[in-house]
C-alpha cells in the first residue's frame, strides 16, 4: 500500500521532531528495527516501556514538552481515558508559548508511605525540583498511557488547588490499565506505598 500525503508527512514530522539525521534513520532501517516493529502482530499492543528498556533508556526518566498550543480543556478531551471534572482551563488554566521548552520529569518511587512534607523532602534530597500542575497535565497528555500495576499512582505534589469546599486538591495519574485515570487527591492524607512521586530535574543553565 502506498503512503497517503497526509502519512508521508507524519513520518516527516517524527522525523524533525526526533532530532535524527537521515544517516540515523537509515541505520536503524538497515538493523530491521523498524521492520521488526512494523511485523508486529498488533503494533499498538507493544510495551513501549519494556521495549525503551532494552533500548537503553531510563524507564523512570520521561521527557515532557511545556508550553505547548492547547490548553487543559482540549488536552482533557483528546486524552482517550477519564479525568476528574474539576480538571478544567479555568481552573488551570495552561498559556500556549511561542517557544516550547521540554522537561524531564523522573518518577521517584520511595519504596514506603509517605505525606506531603516527606514527599517534598523526597525530591529535595534527590536533587529534583518540585513539579506544577502543567507538569501532570502535560505529562497525562503525553506518556499517560504508560501501565504499571505495582506502583501505579503518580502523584504530583505541585502547589495545591483549592477546590470550591476549599480543599487542597493535587494531581494524581492511575497507571492501572483498567482504571486509568487523571484526577484529584487530597494531600493532607498519606499516600500509600503504592503511590511514586513525580519531580522535575533541573534545566542546564
Known amino acids: 500500500m502506498q503512503p ?3 502519512q508521508a ?5 517524527i522525523t524533525r521532531e526526533s532530532g535524527a539525521s537521515l544517516e540515523t534513520l537509515q541505520a536503524v532501517y538497515d538493523a530491521g528495527l523498524l521492520s ?3 511485523k508486529a502482530e498488533n503494533p499498538c499492543k ?3 516501556e519494556e521495549f525503551r ?3 537503553g533508556y531510563d524507564s523512570s526518566v520521561f521527557k515532557v514538552k511545556m508550553g505547548g498550543a492547547n490548553n487543559t480543556d482540549e488536552i482533557t478531551v483528546a486524552l482517550g481515558f477519564p479525568f476528574h471534572d474539576w480538571i478544567t482551563q479555568a481552573n488551570f488554566p495552561l498559556t500556549a508559548s511561542e517557544t516550547p521548552t521540554e522537561d524531564e520529569i523522573e518518577i521517584v518511587d520511595p519504596g514506603k508511605s509517605f505525606s506531603e512534607e516527606g514527599g517534598l523532602a523526597i525530591l529535595e534530597e534527590k536533587g529534583l525540583e518540585r513539579p506544577t500542575y502543567e507538569h501532570g497535565i502535560r505529562f497525562a497528555e503525553q506518556h499517560g498511557k504508560t501501565t504499571s500495576e505495582k506502583k501505579p499512582f503518580v502523584i504530583f505534589l505541585h502547589e495545591a488547588w483549592l477546590d470550591p469546599d476549599r480543599d487542597r486538591r493535587i494531581m494524581c495519574l492511575n ?3 483498567k482504571y486509568r485515570r ?3 487527591l487530597c494531600p493532607v492524607f498519606r499516600f500509600g506505598d503504592d503511590c511514586v512521586l513525580a519531580g522535575v530535574r533541573p534545566r542546564n543553565k
Do not use: G, P
Open 53 to 55: 528498556r532494552l533500548l
Open 9 to 13: 508527512f507524519q513520518l516527516l514530522k
Open 46 to 48: 507493544v510495551n513501549r
Open 4 to 6: 497517503t500525503f497526509d
Open 36 to 38: 521488526d516493529l512494523l
Open 182 to 184: 487523571l484526577y484529584l
Open 175 to 177: 497507571r492501572i490499565a
